[in-house]
């Protein structure tokens, strides 16, 4: 299947400073991808869906000038948590389609921790 | 609007017996359906889909679905379930008449006994 690579699977940031995650489709073109956070013991909350070459959509209530999504090429897409605060903490997740097939397929996850 | 229900936290099974998780959808016109399982900290892992055909799919470490449009539901199965299948799983739906984002159910954590 196609792989999705995402990093770092761990971070440990200071309150105030900001923070990259960086997800890559590995074996194919992603020509959409979506970032997902996950509470403890929760499901996915969809935050963001962008395509290459465009803005992200972001979902409603979540900022998009605190979530920064670039996704620059076909290949990769970032996730920038500025000016983070400890109530960002979570689990982040990636994933990308080539729209080829309906499925999506997943990063490994970040784990953010703010301190 | 596309949902996905997922009525069971938990489920617990000894090993070697047949399991089953339980989903049931709801959205516009024709849907694709998916199973997902996550390990703990890491994303999640395409099990298998429906998109049209048998209503029986099977997918990944001998894992099976069943799509039932009357009922609205695609349950996971699995005929002898393994230790090593503790995870947690997510049913998925996604909506094939534009609008087409992937929604999640909350969730079903699979327990098996040893």
């Known amino acids: 299947g196609a792989v999705v690579s995402q990093h770092p699977s761990r971070v440990i940031c200071k309150s105030g400073t900001s923070v990259k995650i960086e997800c890559r489709s590995l074996d194919f073109q992603a020509t959409t991808m979506f970032w997902y956070r996950q509470f403890p013991k929760q499901s996915l909350m969809l935050m963001a869906t962008s395509n290459e070459g465009s803005k992200a959509t972001y979902e409603q209530g979540v900022e998009k000038d605190k979530f920064l999504i670039n996704h620059a090429s076909l290949t990769l897409s970032t996730l920038t948590v500025t000016s983070a605060h400890p109530e960002d903490s979570s689990f982040y997740i990636c994933?990308?389609?080539?729209?080829?097939?309906?499925?999506?397929?997943f990063g490994q996850g970040t784990r953010l921790t703010v301190v | 609007a596309q949902s996905v229900a997922q009525p069971e936290d938990q489920v617990n099974v000894a090993e070697g017996n047949p399991l089953t998780v339980k989903c049931t959808y709801s959205v516009s016109g024709n849907p694709y359906l998916f199973w997902y399982v996550q390990y703990p900290n890491r994303g999640l892992q395409f099990l298998l889909k429906?998109?049209?055909?048998?209503?029986l799919v099977k997918g990944s470490y001998g894992f099976e679905a069943e799509f039932n449009k009357s009922q609205t539901s695609f349950h996971l199965k699995k005929p002898s379930a393994l230790v090593s299948d503790s995870a947690l799983y997510f049913c998925a739906v996604k909506g094939n008449t534009g609008g087409f984002k992937t929604i999640f159910g909350a969730g079903t954590r699979l327990f098996v006994k040893a």
């Open positions: 994933s990308a389609t080539d729209n080829r097939a309906p499925e999506a397929f």
């Open positions: 429906y998109i049209t055909g048998d209503n």
